[in-house]
T-cell receptor, first 115, second 113 residues
Framework: NAGVTQTPKFRVLKTGQSMTLLCAQD?????MYWYRQDPGMGLRLIHY???????AKGEVPDGYNVSRLKKQNFLLGLESAAPSQTSVYFC??????????????FGSGTRLTVV | AQSVTQPDIHITVSEGASLELRCNYS??????LFWYVQSPGQGLQLLLKYFSGDTLVQGIKGFEAEFKRSQSSFNLRKPSVHWSDAAEYFC???????????FGTGTRLQVTL
């Protein structure tokens, strides 16, 4: 049981380049999330999805786009990377929060550097 | 909107000593509360959670936390710290139909031998 898998684990981009981060979960979770982690700022929600075909903005969505074409996958896109997007990106998934076993399962992260 | 405050950025304790990490939250209704731990270069692992009921919750690795509504707190405790507990600890509050979690800024725990 792999849980939540993020690819790639590391990436260096030049300013203006684009890329897509992939998150895949095998737990049949409805909810998926993208967070970014920066020193001293904790984790901040970028975008999230409450089901296949749905997406919504989080706290810091500017400069990012997402898609959830399949229930198990949640893609995060950077159309034109900027140095301010240098961060560690975490994907997470969860079941329905009304369920007793509710809680996030996190991926191991993607370290992105934009130069 | 909910918010979480972890007032201690960095804490150092001796191995075998007790530990308490502070967490204060702001939310209008009964929140979902969580503690996560992150080892260097790793993702976040759930330590414990509170939804309702008994205000003292037990988690993995010998950790416990107590929900105090009157103080809007959910402090994490461990009676005897091990060197392997050195990590960063995040408190989080969940609310809303999408179960979005809001995280605190984290407390880095250093354990001295």
């Amino acid at each position: 049981n792999a849980g939540v898998t993020q690819t790639p684990k590391f990436r260096v981009l030049k300013t203006g380049q684009s890329m897509t981060l992939l998150c895949a979960q095998d737990m049949n979770h409805e909810y998926m999330y993208w967070y970014r982690q920066d020193p001293g700022m904790g984790l901040r929600l970028i975008h999230y999805s409450v089901g296949e075909g749905t997406t919504a903005k989080g706290e810091v969505p500017d400069g990012y786009n997402v898609s959830r074409l399949k229930k198990q996958n949640f893609l995060l896109g950077l159309e034109s990377a900027a140095p301010s997007q240098t961060s560690v990106y975490f994907c997470a998934s969860s079941s329905d929060p009304r369920r007793a076993y509710y809680g996030y399962t996190f991926g191991s992260g993607t370290r992105l550097t934009v130069v | 909107a909910q918010s979480v405050t972890q007032p201690d950025i960095h804490i150092t304790v001796s191995e075998g000593a007790s530990l308490e990490l502070r967490c204060n939250y702001s939310y209008g209704a009964t929140p979902y509360l969580f503690w996560y731990v992150q080892s260097p270069g790793q993702g976040l692992q759930l330590l414990l959670k509170y939804f309702s009921g008994d205000t003292l919750v037990q988690g993995i690795k010998g950790f416990e936390a107590e929900f105090k509504r009157s103080q809007s707190s959910f402090n994490l405790r461990k009676p005897s710290v091990h060197w392997s507990d050195a990590a960063e600890y995040f408190c989080a509050v969940g609310a809303g139909t999408a179960s979005k979690l809001t995280f605190g800024t984290g407390t880095r725990l250093q354990v001295t031998l």
